[in-house]
């Protein structure tokens, strides 16, 4: 009997609820929803320019919902409290609130699917966080004296280590260090070549789309290239400063930043007395305990789709081909890039995979009436408007539509991409330089000298070609600039009639063939950036770290010699020493690279492990501007493993990197005849004037999302 009964009351249960599904679905269909099994996601391609009408969401009023059958159950349940009628009049009332007129691009009534089918906007987060450490060992490559001889400049090639201690080459004349608080006693001098650091980054991309036309990109930098252990709370950190006495005129400059001792005025009592007792790390802050703060906004520009192209304009990145010149710097191992302020305009012909289009550029503004107290509100502007850095640029590219190059490849077709980009900058005025030294601001003179100003008449052209051939696994890329131009008053000429020319050219190549599945990578690399012949009359041409600054040399008739020396971007990456870390940038020299990568593990989920091997051989453009007056730099060879594992949204394509991605390099550079001493440079006996091999060991860890 039990048994009949519980059967009987789940019987009954079943029914009601049928028989209430079925009202509710039927009361949902006359009220024009959809049924309640459509899995059919709302399209998100944009409208026609003329779609066909559509009923609105709001029409009439809906019709009266069907009463419950008689056997609806008198209990309560939890589809009782569904009410199609009464829900079709709120959401009625709803639609009725929906922006209208101008509040709404185009004049078209908001119809149901727009309006609710589509979550507008729509923020995607994109980015990385890594740590990076890395081993420098002998970077000075043994030398003590000055890496630049002309122009009496006393500047190394790498900073020696303050725990390093080295005799000078010309009896004590130029420096020479000797620390001595090493050995048993702390009276004995240190030797320690090698340095080691480490340090993290996280980068965040958000992008806000406020419709499938119109989008905000934005680019920010959490704790940027923050050495480990640089905040501790042992000390109160300050920037640090050095005095510059030439000239007559002291000037300071950054030296980076050091702790101020306990007690000293400005560490507060609860701060540990020495750093062995640390215990805790602060948070950088610019000028209290650091140069830069925790968070650091690099870019933010917008991009709006119209029928006849996208306009862009902001800060934004700029990247043209293999980013020798323009170089957006957004890899996960990079430190530099290349951040305009600009308005473009971009368009083209889909069909024949045409671009083109034009950009303004705001390179520098000159001097503006900003004040600290632009924080309670107020337009700051532009106080100079001949002192203006302009700049037009443009380009025309032709880029194979990706499926379609896919196909190609497969069938064995030749497929050619390439483009130019022309850039024109001029400049008229310029604020007046410091004792005519392009690299200080002389802002003590605007009172009484012109304002502060002084002529520049300033331009150049640089126009930039890119091509790249691909046929099956082989691919060759290339990239040809040059700088035409000069400048009428500087430092280099004081005379507006006696322009100093500007003369650069630079090349870079790549040829790729892969194979083995793809497993194998085989690479050669070539690059030339032009050089000075003209570094060794009575100039500072030479090739020295970061040397991007104004020569001074001049020609056998006394006349200023071109501006010749060309400069890769440093982020365009060929070793992990002499050129990358040692030197910032390829400039001045050419080199060869062969390399290569075989992918030890490679699936089709993401995951793959690695390894691979490359070889640079780099020579000097000119032999003049080497310390050594040799062509000859150096050989480096640079080892690596590498595994990425299968998770994140980024290893589908196995071309890029995605979700945890790890690195151990190793590089060896030993340094020739260039890298040496001139003869009579070493007047020391027995001083050792060989060079010696720089090393490098780097840990790459990074989460990439």
Not at 185 to 196: A, F, I, M, R
Not at 243 to 264: H, I, L, R
Not at 317 to 333: E, F, R, T, Y
Not at 692 to 697: D, G, K, L, R, V
């Amino acid at each position: 009997m039990l048994r009949r009964l519980r059967f009987s009351f789940l019987l009954s249960l079943a029914l009601v609820a049928s028989i209430s599904f079925a009202s509710v679905s039927r009361a949902q269909s006359d009220a024009g929803a959809p049924p309640a099994d459509s899995t059919a996601p709302p399209s998100a391609s944009p409208p026609a320019p003329s779609p066909p009408p559509r009923p609105p969401l709001v029409t009439s009023p809906p019709p009266a919902s069907p009463q419950p059958s008689a056997s609806a159950p008198t209990t309560p349940s939890p589809l009782r409290g569904i009410n199609p009628g009464r829900d079709a009049r709120d959401l009625a009332a709803q639609g009725g609130q929906a922006p209208s007129g101008g509040e709404v691009a185009g004049a078209h009534e908001v119809f149901s699917d727009d309006w609710w089918g589509k979550a507008r906007p729509v923020i995607e987060l994109h980015g990385y966080f890594r740590t990076r450490g890395s081993v420098f060992h002998n970077f000075f490559l043994g030398r003590h004296s000055s890496s630049v001889t002309q122009g009496g400049d006393q500047q190394y090639l790498w900073p020696i280590p303050l725990d390093q201690s080295y005799a000078t080459t010309n009896n004590g004349a130029g420096g020479g260090q000797n620390v001595a608080v090493c050995g048993p006693n702390g009276t004995q001098n240190c030797y320690d070549k090698t340095e080691s650091s480490a340090n993290l980054r996280l980068r965040l991309n958000p992008e806000i789309h406020i419709s499938d036309n119109l989008r905000i990109m934005t680019q920010l930098d959490l704790l940027d290239n923050l050495v480990l252990g640089s905040t501790p709370e042992s000390y109160a950190m300050q920037p640090a400063t050095g005095t510059n006495n030439a000239s007559g005129a002291q000037k300071m400059y950054p030296t980076g930043y050091q702790p101020v001792q306990y007690n000293g005025g400005y560490a507060p009592v609860n701060y540990a007395p020495i750093g062995f007792l640390a215990t805790t790390q602060g948070s950088p802050t610019a000028g209290v305990n650091g140069w830069t703060n925790a968070i650091n906004v690099n870019r933010v520009w917008g991009e709006y789709m119209t029928p006849l192209g996208q306009i862009r304009f902001g800060r934004m990145p700029q990247q043209w081909g293999l980013g020798m010149v323009a170089n957006s710097g957004d890899g996960i191992d990079s430190d530099y890039q290349s951040t305009i302020d600009r308005i473009m305009f971009i368009s083209g012909i889909k069909s024949m995979d045409l671009y083109f289009g034009g950009a303004w550029d705001f390179v520098s503004t000159g001097p503006t009436n900003a004040n600290p107290f632009d924080v309670y509100g107020g337009q700051p502007y532009n106080t100079c408007n001949l002192c203006n850095v302009n700049e037009w640029a443009a380009f025309i590219a032709h880029r194979t539509n990706p499926e379609l190059q896919n196909a190609k490849l497969a069938h064995g077709d030749l497929v050619l991409n390439g483009g130019l980009y022309a850039l024109y900058r001029w400049q008229y005025n310029d604020i007046q330089q410091a004792n005519n030294n392009p690299n200080t601001i002389d802002y003590g003179d605007q009172a009484t000298l012109n304002n502060g100003l002084e002529p520049r008449r300033a331009w150049a052209v640089t126009p930039d070609l890119w091509v790249q051939a691909l046929w099956q696994k082989l691919r060759f890329e290339a990239e040809a600039v040059t700088i035409q131009g000069q400048i009428g008053y500087s430092n280099l000429s004081q005379n507006l009639n006696s322009p100093v020319a500007v003369r650069q050219y630079g090349l870079a190549s790549q040829t790729e063939y892969r194979g083995i599945d793809d497993k194998l990578d085989l690479q050669f690399g070539f690059g030339w950036a032009s050089g000075d012949p003209y570094a060794n009359n009575g100039g500072s041409g030479a090739l020295q770290p970061s040397s991007t600054g104004l020569q001074s040399e001049f020609t056998q008739n006394g006349q200023p010699a071109p501006i010749s020396t060309f400069a890769f971007h440093p982020d365009y990456r060929v070793d992990l020493i002499f050129w990358r870390e040692i030197m910032s940038r390829v400039e001045g020299a050419y080199y060869f690279r062969p390399s290569v990568d075989y992918d030890f593990l490679r699936n089709t989920d993401g995951e793959k492990f690695g390894g691979g091997a490359a070889l640079i051989w780099s020579r000097a453009s000119e032999f003049e501007q080497t310390p050594g007056h040799h062509r000859d730099l150096g050989v480096e060879m640079d080892l690596q493993l590498y595994y990425q594992s299968k998770d994140g949204s980024l290893n589908d394509d196995l071309s890029k990197i995605g979700g945890f991605y790890t690195m151990l390099q190793y590089g060896v550079f030993f340094p020739l005849g260039g890298l040496g001493y001139l003869p009579g440079q070493v007047t020391v006996s027995g001083f050792d004037a060989s060079l010696s091999a720089a090393q490098t060991i780097r840990l790459f860890l990074g989460i990439v999302f």
